[in-house]
């Protein structure tokens, strides 16, 4: 928690902690109070045996601003966290200012093969062998020579060495096991935010994406700009699925420019009852 005035709630992504968004927090604290929270299961939080399910992540963060004494917020989501954030928009339309998607899960089915094999039968154990001795520099080596070799997951070799780093035992590789099936199966996801895009009408959107992003498409951009009214694109070019770590000020122009361009949404029960009735546009 960091900073003063209208209030950011950071929401970061599977396998990830609240320490993923160090590029953006000093530059956004200073006219803002930023909240950046690990999700259960996550970085310091508790692992226990409950619900990882994007719902039950949407209640955490209504609770954790609850708990702060914050009424509204404007809700940041990268790739689950994006899907928290929709999913928190949805229950809580309310407590919700603007939305700001980065490389968000949710929106198609399609999603990178390594998650759709993670969710499978038998996962726990190779997810094991990885925490094995010399495992590490194996894992590092591929990752960085995908770099050398400009192969799009080369982008965020970094992260994806560090996210293999936050599953040191049992009970972290469970409890990632855990949130990652709540969204994914052997098909893709099995969560979709299309079929409720149509209640953003009136809520500020921003999406951000990396052109080649390798866990989630840049097509999902697209798809889910066009299915929500009034939302902004920006596309990064040469960026995968962190544009935020490796594009930072860009990152932080196109937010500054969205929050500072857009009043937050004020949603009455009226309004919210109205949308429901009147339903999508196909």
Known sequence: MAGSGPVLLLIHGIGDDSSTWGPLLDDLARDHTVLA?????????????????????ANGMRD??????????????????????????????ERTERI???????????VSPALRAASLPGAQLVLGMLGLPGMRTQTEAVMWALARLHHPLGHDAEDLVRLVDALPDATSRS???????????WRGQVVTMLDRC???????????????????PVEHAQLAH??????ELQVFEGAGHFPFHTHPGEVLRAMRTFLDGTAPAHWSAAEWRELLRHGRND
């Open 37 to 57: 929270p690990d999700l259960l299961g996550h970085g310091g939080s508790d692992k226990p045996r409950g619900d990882y399910s994007v719902a039950a992540y």
């Open 100 to 110: 700001v998607l980065i490389g968000a899960g949710g929106v198609s089915q399609s």
């Open 175 to 185: 409890a990632f096991l855990r949130t990652l099936r709540a969204v994914v199966d």
């Open 198 to 216: 149509y209640l953003t009408a009136g809520m500020p959107t921003l999406l951000l994406w990396g052109s080649d992003d390798m866990v989630v």
């Open 64 to 93: 954790l601003l609850g708990v702060l004494d914050v009424d509204r917020a404007t809700l940041v989501g990268h790739s689950l966290g994006g899907g928290v954030a929709m999913q928190f928009a949805y229950q809580y339309p």
């Open 226 to 231: 066009d299915a929500m009214p009034g939302s």
